[in-house]
Each structure stands twice: as C-alpha cells, then as structure tokens.
C-alpha cells in the first residue's frame, strides 16, 4: 500500500434531536475546495478509511460520518427495532444538510458498503444536496431476494451467516493491540493491509474504566444492520437523478448482478467499473484506486458544468 496519511483529521459533532452524530473532517483549511462526504460501511467507523480521505484533504473538503450505531456518534441505536437502513439516509439527509449550509455548495456523497446504499437512498430523497456519488461496492439486494430473507427470519427458518457471525464477535479485548494481532489477516481482515486495521481499532473502540479495550459498534447492532433489510434500494435507484461513479468488486460482490445495468440506465456517462481481483472490502485492497476515482469524478463534474 502507497498511500500516505498527510493530515490529522479535527473531530467534529452535529448535534441532533436525539444526541450528536460525530464526524472527522479534513481540508477544511479552504472554503473553495469540493465538499466530500463518506460514508463508512456496517460495523465500520470513519477512522476506518483515514489513508484515503486524508489524502484527499488536499483538494477536497472531506467529512466522514461515524453512523448511527458506529464510533463515537451517541444516536439510540436499538437493535430490537431495526428494521431498515432509511434512518442512515435521514441522518445523511441531516448531515448533508449541515454541509451544504457550510460551505454553500451542494456535496459529493461518496460510501462503500452500507454507506455507499444510505448514500444512494439520500440522493435520490434530496437531490437539491448532492452533486453527485462515487460508489464503492453499495449493497444492493434485489426486492426478492429481500423478501425471502426477511420471511426466513420472521420464520425462524434459515439464517443470515453474515449477522450470526457479527452476534458472536468477541466485543471486550485487554489492548488495542490484541485487536489488531487477533483480526489481521483473517476473516473479513484477510485482505486488509495492517494500517487498515489499526485505523479501524483506532476508531472503533473506547477504553473502559477497567482498563480494557470495548468496540463502539456493539455486534447486537451490527447484526441488526445485516437483518435489516425492509429498505427499497431498487426505488431509490429509479429515483435517482444525480451522477455517479461505481466501482464494485468481482469477487463476493454486494452490488448484485442487475444493479449496475440498472444504475447505469439513470445515468449513461458515468463510469461502472468492475475491479478485477478485489473482494467487498475494495477500499482496503485498492485505496488508491479509489483516491483517483473520486478525483476523476470531480473533473467529470466540473467539466460538465455541474
């Protein structure tokens, strides 16, 4: 891995009726810059992605969310109600709206995972915000296939490895450092080159009163977000009417088969990529990749006047 982190991000909160949703910011040093959100995926954090959007810092004005559920945003995030993703697209919704009003300039939404749907879902809500989107492997599950899993778990019948497993993660460690040893290179860490990882745990824990070390996306609400599944990803998509660019993975790929047709139907100029060799985790395996995506976006823009 190239790439370099230049700046120390500020730690920011937006303060919201139900509690403050955290975010980092970088480039903030000049209010001509390209406003940039991103959105991380489930179980992430925004620290998470830090050797990306820190190098974007130099020319955009970056902010990344810690979601609902995630990091150091303090929203109520009640597993036993969760049902769907469009509370992240209100609370984007928010956010956007925050940014706009700082900067005066509508925003470039840009997420992977979760973050790339609640992206999708917010742009076509408000398209008055958004510029655009850069799509890094968005979930996007078509509506039976929703259907059934949704019937399965109302049955009991059937499971959702993907939640179970996130049920099951351990959430207290003695260190950070144990973290790190226990998740690189194995599991969803496989591919994920160390200072990825150490962004993550950076991130996405607290240190307790004891001492110990405990994850800020408790795996009860983690598992909750892959459960979660009552949101129509496929109506937002038709609603949709900014540009974007996609970028999504050939192997285990959570950008279903049709959805990058049917995206690109809603918009004929914008670059879908696949990228050879990479899994779901592509930000990780490809962080410059996705570096000059985004930059290459940002001229496609300005040279289309938008």
Not at 99 to 120: E, N, R
Request: with cysteine.
């Amino acid at each position: 891995m190239n790439v370099v982190v230049r700046e120390t991000p500020a730690r920011r909160n937006l303060p919201l009726p139900e509690g403050a949703m955290s975010y980092l910011e970088w480039g903030y040093d000049d209010p001509g810059k390209t406003p940039l959100h991103f959105a991380h995926a489930n179980g992430f954090n925004a620290l998470t992605y830090q050797r990306i959007l820190g190098a974007l810092g130099d020319e955009f004005h970056v902010r990344a969310w810690d979601a609902r559920g995630h990091g150091a945003t303090t929203l109520p995030a009640d597993p036993a109600n969760h049902r769907n993703w469009y509370v992240y697209r209100d609370d984007l919704i928010a956010m956007a709206e925050d940014f706009v009003k700082a900067t005066g300039q509508k925003i470039i939404l840009a997420g992977h995972s979760m973050g790339g749907t609640a992206s999708i879902m917010a742009a076509a809500a408000r398209p008055d915000l958004v510029r655009g989107l850069v799509l890094a492997d968005p979930v996007m599950i078509p509506s039976g296939a929703r259907y059934i899993m949704m019937l399965s778990q109302r049955l009991g019948i059937g499971g959702n490895p993907l939640a179970d497993g996130a049920e099951r993660r351990r959430a207290v460690f003695a260190d950070r450092k144990t973290i790190v040893d226990r998740y690189a290179g194995r599991g969803a860490f496989r591919t994920w080159p160390r200072e990825f990882v150490e962004d993550y745990v950076e991130g996405g824990t607290r240190i307790r009163e004891d001492g110990q070390v405990e994850l800020l996306c408790a795996p009860a609400w983690e598992a909750a977000n892959f459960r979660a599944q009552g949101h129509n990803i496929t109506q937002a998509v038709r609603n949709l009417h900014v540009p974007f660019a996609l970028l999504y993975a050939e192997h285990g790929s959570t950008c279903r088969a049709r959805y990058p047709m049917l995206l690109k139907r809603r918009d004929p100029k914008a670059q879908v990529t696949q990228i050879r060799g990479a899994t779901h985790f592509l930000p990780m395996e490809f962080p410059k990749l996705v570096i000059d995506e985004v930059r290459a976006f940002r001229d496609r823009l300005e040279r289309e006047g938008r």
